[in-house]
């Protein structure tokens, strides 16, 4: 099983520049979820999703932008990269939000901003 | 956000040592979790504890989840070089509908 699937996994991007992070399950979760992780602040969560057609804003929002067109696919959109953007995203997916459901999470991808 | 403080922050012990690592929260969960994490990787669930005063074991690991459901803790007894990692503990309070909180973690190195 490939499980989840976040697509790349290193990038280098200039100030001011746009880029969507790409998150893909196989394993037809409802929920689906985005968390960056910076040294000594552990996982933040950014965007979450609990179906197709629907997203909800977590902890820092702030210059990113998700969509979740199908059940399988939830990408992760920087409209205008800061430095302050640098971190290692992760994305994670469950069967559901429930009490003690397993989240599933990504290799990570680690972007840098110039 | 409901907010969980890991303590310590960061361990070095030798093989064979036995350690607790420390989950605590002002705020009540309706589960907790611990994941742990290797460098390049994505986190992996360990435990999901949900009735208070609960104890869960997993082989050297053991978990357990306060009465009140405010706290919670990881005792690994003989610790190995293979137990290296962060260890974070996850929470969906009662509260915070879908969010999963994270605490910052606390990084095991464990030398041979």
């Known amino acids: 099983n490939a499980g989840v699937t976040q697509t790349p996994k290193f990038q280098v991007l200039k100030t001011g520049q746009s880029m969507t992070l790409q998150c893909a399950q196989d394993m037809n979760h409802e929920y689906m979820s985005w968390y960056r992780q910076d040294p000594g602040m552990g996982l933040r969560l950014i965007h979450y999703?609990?179906?197709?057609?629907?997203?909800d804003q977590g902890e820092v929002p702030n210059g990113y932008n998700v969509s979740r067109s199908t059940t399988e696919d939830f990408p992760l959109r920087l409209l205008s990269a800061a430095p302050s953007q640098t971190s290692v995203y992760f994305c994670a997916s469950s069967y559901s939000p429930g009490l003690g459901t397993e989240a599933f999470f990504g290799q990570g991808t680690r972007l840098t901003v110039v | 956000t409901q907010l969980l403080e890991q303590s310590p922050q960061f361990l070095s012990i030798q093989e064979g040592e036995n350690l607790t690592v420390y989950c605590n929260s002002s705020s009540v969960f309706s589960s907790l979790q611990w994941y742990r994490q290797e460098p390049g990787e994505g986190p992996v669930l360990l435990v999901t504890v949900v009735t208070g005063g609960e104890v869960k074991k997993l082989k050297r690991l053991t978990f357990q989840f306060g009465d009140a459901r405010k706290d919670s803790s990881l005792h690994i007894t003989a610790a190995q070089p293979g137990d290296t990692g962060l260890y974070l503990c996850?929470?969906?309070?009662?509260?915070?509908?879908?969010?999963?909180?994270f605490g910052k973690g606390t990084s095991l190195l464990v030398t041979p």
């Open positions: 999703s609990v179906g197709a057609g629907i997203t």
């Open positions: 996850a929470g969906r309070g009662s509260n915070s509908g879908y969010a999963l909180n």
